[in-house]
Each structure stands twice: as C-alpha cells, then as structure tokens.
C-alpha cells in the first residue's frame, strides 16, 4: 500500500487547494492527487442534458468523476482519501469500485446519512447560492463550524478566500447530492481495506463520535485524534495530518 499514489479529495465548500499545507510533504513519499471536484475550484460543472434535467445530484456522478481520471492517469488501484464532503465521495468510489481502493483515509467526515433538518438545511445553502451567489454569507455561515477558535487568523482568511472563489452553481450542485447521500455504515463493514480516521478534538460538524462510529464499523481501522484543532484539520493542523498519514502508511 505505501507505494500506491494518494488521492485526496478536499472538503465543501472549498476545492483542492485546502491541501496546500499537506501536499509537498506528503509529496516527498508518495505521488500525491488533488482534483476539484465538478462545479467547484477550476473543475467545471457538466452540463445536463434535457433528458437527465429533472435529475436529482448524486455523489456517485462525482464518484464516476474520479474513477474516470483514475483510469485517464492509468491507475489501477489508489489510496483514497476525503475530508468532509470529500469523505463522502470517497465512500461513493468504494461504493461504485472497490477494487480500486487500496486504502481509505476518512478525515473529519461521516458514514452516516443526513438527518433531515440538515436535509432542509443544505437545500436551503443550494436555493440561496443560485439565488445572490455565495460570496461573503456562505463563508459567514460556515466559517464558525469549520474552524475551532483556536484557528490562526492565517487559517480563517484562507478559507474565506477559498468559499469566496466558489462558483454558486457548484456550491448548489454539491450541497443537493450531499443532501441525497445515502447511509454507508454497512459499505465500511464490509471494506476488506486498511484505512485510517482523523478527526479534530474540536470538531463540531463531524465530531469524534461519528468517527468512532466508523472506526467500529472498519475491520482495520487506525484512529487519529488531533488536539485542540477543528472540522479542518489539514489546514488547521497540517503537521498533524502529515504525521497521521505518514505513520499509517509506513
């Protein structure tokens, strides 16, 4: 497993360059993936056809997106890695394609589904993005969950900027397949692959009980807690992210 490439696909509502802080040194070990996902950061939202329009947004278009680079950049198997939404997708590739996870690598996510309050609520975010477009209330609205007070004014800025740059049309998109997720409890248990959870102390979206939940449903599974650092870890505590990964992987 320590010689497959990692693919780390990055949180909502932000894009791949929440993994700055993480990638050159994880870089030095390994070959190192990024993407956007589709709508958001440089990655564009596919258009629908009139046919598929009345379509509710699933992860598993997403998912498909990642299986289709994995094949474009000839990858048979990978380490797959999400935090938040992007955990989220990574369960919708386990899902869709077992036998190209090598390993899995859940941070600051769930395997739950959303209750349906935060159901209303994501649609909610998706009705108002397409409505006045996301910048300045999106960041407001989130920015207190996604970042435990302890956060630099470094940290708080960037993730600012990074909802600011979000298209509106991908931040809806990915707010309403989210919503339409299904439960993936079961999908862990019957994962027959290594896999490592990290979770914030301090996590308020995805606390260390729904990372417990999934590590007790993981047949191998290596839990990481971070002190003192919220629903971002790598960008909150990249250091501690590296030393997670890298531990686990060796």
Known sequence: MTELPLVLLHAFPLDARMWDPV??????????????QRGLGRSPLPETPETEAETEPSLADAARDVIALLDKLELDQVVLGGCSMGGYLAMSVLR??????????????????????????????????????????????NLPNLLADTASADVS????????EQPPSGVAWAARAMRNRPDSVDLLRE???PALVIVGERDAITPLDAANTMVEALPDATLAVLPEVGHLTPLEDPAGVVEAILGWLS
Do not use: M, S
């Open 157 to 164: 800025t960037r993730v600012r900027e990074l909802i600011d």
């Open 23 to 36: 990638r050159a040194p994880l870089a030095e070990r390994f070959r190192v993936i990024t993407p956007d």
């Open 191 to 193: 994962t027959d692959v």
């Open 96 to 141: 869709q394609a077992p036998e190209r996870v090598g390993g899995l690598i859940l941070i600051d996510t769930k395997a739950t589904a959303d209750t349906p309050e935060a159901g209303q609520t994501r649609l909610d975010v998706a009705n108002r993005a397409e409505a006045e477009g996301v910048k300045g209330w999106l960041a407001d609205g």
